[in-house]
């Protein structure tokens, strides 16, 4: 079987995500924000639900040597079974390199959905592609409702039909609608919590460390993305309470089973004081990243917070397994026109970069010279660097 992952805003750090929780030699890259994955495994629509760099993804059906428009019509049409019921049957097309008249090809397809006894509603827009608002508004992915994804690969015309779009309804409502929520204990973003869990390449089974868990964002998301061995600490009281309110609110919310979760107030660069030697699977975290208001000593905030890494770093090492994965956010600040990366000592462990090797080339992919991705947004004052480190054995 093949699917479409129509990546989000950071196609790199997308592409990684898929790359960490299938098979690299799967994934190719069809279009600049468009991943294409062959596999034997079937997969379900709330498969969106733990991925938080995917927009959209569904199932390819079809396969042409031609874009002629009577030939995507016949392709389409095989995709779609309209079942009886209230209402007109909604479709809406997105196109991804095809040259191809989108006005034409909808008129064309309401047109042979008319001749075969159904009655339609062409959901348009005025871009080439539908965003996941529209097909979610629409209900796109339900029974009376279709997308119909045109994308170019390379000669051939791939026809698919979305299974789920990102719940952004839901991620905005865990971001700014939890009890406790602060800029100094954590703004992480949900759905970037998940790609960091994901970077990890943990199992069900495995246990995950949290030991800058601010506000607990990403123990929260690693609940709901079914993990059940998590640990989080801090060294401020505060963010404690806070992890503990938002676990308790995304327990009440989503109606989590009780989790054995354990929480302690530490110094990261202590942690291993609290728990057993080689005991944690991985480490997922956003530490202090330094003042996000106000004027402030650039090159001093970089100096120390490369000691409190440095010495975190160097005491994961004593819980984390062998070969196991650490995956954590670097602040990049930005001086005199220049950009400022952190260079903590990585003395026992190696930056992995987590981009299929037969992609890395691809000019689309943006990885740092020292093979990390940046996440950030133009005018924010601090980007964050996504390091994804192995523990050497």
């Known amino acids: 079987m093949k699917y479409?992952?129509?990546?989000?805003?950071?196609p790199t750090l997308s592409l990684a995500e898929l790359s960490a929780i299938f098979n690299q030699a799967e994934i190719t890259l069809a279009q600049p924000n468009v991943a294409i994955l062959e596999t034997d495994r079937e997969i379900k629509a709330n498969f969106i639900e733990i991925i938080g760099g995917t927009i959209k993804f569904g199932l390819i059906h079809e396969e042409l040597e031609s874009g002629a428009v009577k030939e995507i019509i016949a392709g389409a049409a095989k995709m779609i079974e309209p079942k009886e019921g209230e209402g007109k049957f909604k479709f809406g097309l997105s196109n991804y390199g095809h040259k191809v008249n989108n006005k034409v090809l909808g008129m064309e397809f309401k047109k042979h959905l008319k001749q075969t006894g159904v009655s339609s509603r062409w959901v348009v827009s005025?871009?080439?592609t539908l965003?996941?608002?529209?097909?979610?508004?629409?209900k796109l992915t339900t029974d009376r409702g279709?997308?119909?994804?045109?994308?170019?690969?390379?000669k051939k015309l791939l026809l698919g039909k979305t299974l789920a779009v990102q719940a952004f309804k839901d991620l905005s409502f865990r971001d700014y609608g939890r009890p406790a929520r602060d800029d100094r204990s954590g703004m992480l973003p949900p759905k970037l919590a998940q790609i960091m869990i994901n970077l990890a390449g943990v199992k069900p089974g495995d246990v995950l460390l949290d030991p800058f868990c601010g506000s607990g964002t990403i123990l929260t998301e690693a609940m709901l993305m079914g993990y059940e061995k998590l640990i989080g600490s801090d060294i401020s009281d505060k963010a404690i309470a806070d992890t503990k309110d938002n676990i308790a609110w995304t327990?009440?919310?989503?109606?989590?089973?009780?989790l054995d979760f354990k929480l302690y107030?530490?110094?990261a660069a202590q942690i291993s004081k609290k728990l057993e030697a080689n005991s944690v699977d991985a480490i997922i975290t956003e530490p202090y990243l330094g003042p996000q208001r106000g004027r402030f000593d650039v090159r001093q905030i970089a100096k120390e917070l490369e000691q409190l890494y440095s010495l975190s770093l160097n005491d994961f090492k004593k819980i984390l397994k062998p070969s196991s994965r650490l995956v954590m956010v670097w602040p990049?600040?930005?001086?005199k026109g220049k950009n400022i990366f952190l260079n903590p000592n990585l003395n026992g462990y190696q930056i992995i970069n987590p981009v299929p090797t037969n992609l890395q080339k691809n000019a689309f992919i943006k990885l740092t010279e020292r093979q990390t991705m940046v996440y950030g947004r133009e005018n924010q004052k601090v980007w964050r660097e996504i390091v994804v480190l192995g523990k050497l054995s």
């Open 126 to 128: 005025q871009e080439p």
């Open 251 to 258: 327990q009440k919310n989503y109606e989590l089973k009780a």
């Open 131 to 138: 965003s996941s608002v529209v097909v979610e508004q629409n």
């Open 146 to 154: 279709a997308e119909i994804v045109i994308i170019k690969n390379n």
């Open 332 to 335: 990049i600040f930005f001086d």
């Open 265 to 267: 107030q530490a110094d």
């Open 4 to 10: 479409f992952f129509i990546l989000g805003t950071n």
